[in-house]
């Protein structure tokens, strides 16, 4: 069996980039646009950050100017810094997410909802003695709220409740529940 020299987070982020690449060339109805987040877990000592890149599925439905639904695309990279435990170590986290939002459009400031879950790959199983997830493969399940704003709405703020845990495929599977802001702006 032939290993790579590659560390696995470094294999992470050629994989992001080649998704997002991939991502990219798929035609989209709107640009593309990039999110920032910052999120904690205060159970397990958990920081993360992250950037996001949002693609357009071209679905859509409902009305331009009231209540309107929409399906994105979520390539998702992110850092978690572990702050607490024996043995600390960070994660690369990489995933991808389909993301429904409900949008009540028709002024200025447009109030969202949104919902998702999808996959993730974690460079490593812990990120201390005391949080063990015995799988690198996790599932994202996450919900939150937002506002867009701006002059064509380029701009959103909101707040995300997300999780993460292996859907019992294996034991341990304590999770992790991460609370999250982010900024998106769409190009």
């Not at 993730?120 to 506002?147: C, K, P, W």
């Not at 707040?159 to 341990?172: C, D, G, M, Q, W």
């Amino acid at each position: 069996m032939i290993r790579s020299a590659l560390p696995r987070s470094a294999k992470l982020l050629a994989a992001a980039l080649g998704a997002a690449t991939l991502f990219a060339a798929l035609p989209a109805q709107a640009d593309p646009s990039v999110r920032v987040i910052y999120g904690k877990d205060n159970k397990h000592g958990i920081e993360k950050y992250g950037v996001d890149l949002d693609f357009d599925s071209g679905f859509h439905w409902g009305n331009p100017e009231g209540w309107f639904v929409n399906l994105d695309w979520e390539v998702a990279l992110g850092q978690w810094r572990s702050t607490k435990g024996t043995n600390r170590q960070n994660i690369t986290e990489f995933g991808v997410t389909p993301l429904f939002r409900l949008e009540k459009r028709g002024g200025s400031w447009v109030p969202f909802i949104e919902a998702g879950v999808g996959p993730r790959l974690l460079s490593h199983v812990s990120t201390s003695n005391e949080h063990y997830f015995s799988t690198a493969f996790q599932f994202s399940d996450m919900i939150g709220v937002g506002v867009a704003f701006g002059s064509k709405q380029q701009f959103q703020m909101g707040y995300r409740f997300e999780h993460l845990s292996n859907a019992s495929i294996k034991r341990p599977n304590p999770g992790t529940d991460l609370n999250e802001l982010y900024l998106r702006y769409t190009f």
